[in-house]
């Protein structure tokens, strides 16, 4: 007797968008309370924050952060990397900060690195390397700045340094044999690994399967819907292992298979309890993102979710630009209404509006009136 095929949840498009923002943590105020502690919890629920030099507002991980903790301070992400050590720097899909507790499933990369000599034969010989390495056993972290022996090259491209220790101290990083251990602004402190945690012996690494079930676990946590693309975001070789897993755990029953409006053909799934309504966020609940917040990353998850189309446009030449040098969405509820190309003047202390573009055909006066609530706000956190 044939068996009937298993009916498929479809979501239509507000519901997709409810389900994300819920488990982005952005429909509502305060989601994780206030300080350092707040921090730490933002980073763990979300899986990453990441990093960028871009400072035409505040740099992202900070916007990031601030988006999700009003009160949030710069000290508490200080305290958290430096003082509580709850939070580490290393790569996911870009050089980010990750929750401590997750760094078992990074060594495995780090191997990775430590395995692969080629690739940084440019940069200096592996004994330039253990001299450096040396240095700070001896006489503690540094920074670029402190190293002032080096004979300086021309920059190979913009984020180039004339100094080769940089890439130095960049392989040592990557092969884990160096953690950031503080940084201001963009210069970053190096400290021995083991030193800067405290280890007498480093955690065991994970396997690749408990890797696999970690991004697919991340994903599920801070995307409430998920495909295998929005779980692998620049990370294609996981793939396999990734679906593999989704497979195992639906025929468990522990994931459902759910489709998205508009994109029916596109496998999603989801925990069975995100299969039950949400309430309607909040339309007062005004947020101003940073193009690189986890919600906005994603381009084409964003397009399919919420129906804007958002290009990082820094790259482009002014004349083909639509909504400026750097576009920041405005999320008002669970729509994106506008798009704000802000630059923080630091010596007037000033938050310039470059270029404002609405979304919404007619913005009504209480929309303008929240949103205008949300900029000055914004533009304290940018000049406190």
């Given at each position: 007797m044939a068996t009937r095929p298993r009916k498929i949840l479809t979501f239509d498009k507000a519901a997709a968008r409810r389900g994300w923002l819920k488990a982005q943590k952005l429909d509502m105020r305060e989601p994780f309370g206030s300080g350092a502690e707040a921090t730490a919890a933002a980073v763990a629920h979300l899986g990453y924050v990441q990093i960028d030099t871009i400072n035409v507002v505040e740099r992202c991980h900070h916007h990031i952060l601030y988006s999700r903790i009003p009160g949030y301070s710069r000290d508490d992400l200080a305290q958290a990397q430096s003082q509580d050590k709850s939070v580490f720097e290393y790569w996911t899909h870009a050089l980010s900060y990750v929750p401590t507790a997750d760094l078992r499933y990074f060594l495995p990369a780090m191997k990775a690195h430590r395995a692969e000599p080629k690739?940084?034969?440019?940069?200096?010989?592996?004994?330039?390397?253990?001299?450096?390495?040396?240095?700070?056993?001896?006489?503690?972290?540094?920074?670029?700045?402190?190293?002032?022996?080096?004979?300086?090259?021309?920059?190979?491209?913009?984020?180039?340094?004339?100094?080769?220790?940089?890439?130095?101290?960049?392989?040592?990083?990557?092969?884990?044999?160096?953690?950031?251990?503080?940084?201001?602004?963009?210069?970053?402190?190096?400290?021995l690994i083991d030193r800067h945690f405290g280890w007498g012996k480093q955690p065991a690494p994970a396997s690749e399967r408990q890797v696999a079930a970690y991004k697919l676990d991340r994903a599920?946590?801070?995307?409430?819907?998920?495909?295998?693309?929005?779980?692998?975001?620049?990370?294609?070789?996981?793939?396999k292992a990734i679906a593999e897993l989704i497979a195992a755990r639906v025929r468990r029953k522990e994931l459902v298979p759910v489709a998205i409006e508009g994109a029916e053909r596109t496998p999603h799934w989801a925990m069975p309890e995100v299969l039950e309504p949400s309430e309607p966020v909040d339309d007062s609940l005004v947020h101003i993102l940073s193009p690189f917040d986890p919600l906005i990353i994603q381009r084409k998850r964003l397009k399919l979710f919420f129906g804007y189309d958002h290009v990082f446009e820094a790259y482009l030449p002014k004349e083909k630009r639509v909504f400026g040098y750097f576009g920041l969405p405005v999320l008002a509820g669970d729509r994106i209404v506008a798009v704000a190309d802000l630059k923080t003047d630091r010596a007037a202390r000033k938050l310039l509006v470059q270029q404002w573009t609405w979304l919404e055909p007619e913005p009504s006066a209480e929309l303008r009136r929240q949103v205008d609530e949300e900029m000055q706000r914004f533009e304290r956190f940018q000049l406190a």
């Open positions: 690739r940084w034969a440019a940069v200096g010989s592996r004994e330039e390397t253990r001299k450096l390495l040396r240095r700070i056993r001896k006489d503690g972290a540094l920074t670029i700045r402190d190293i002032d022996t080096d004979v300086l090259v021309e920059k190979t491209h913009l984020w180039a340094s004339k100094k080769p220790s940089k890439g130095l101290l960049e392989r040592a990083f990557y092969d884990g044999e160096l953690a950031i251990s503080a940084r201001a602004g963009m210069l970053k402190t190096y400290e599920l946590r801070a995307q409430g819907i998920v495909s295998l693309d929005s779980i692998c975001h620049l990370d294609a070789p996981s793939k």
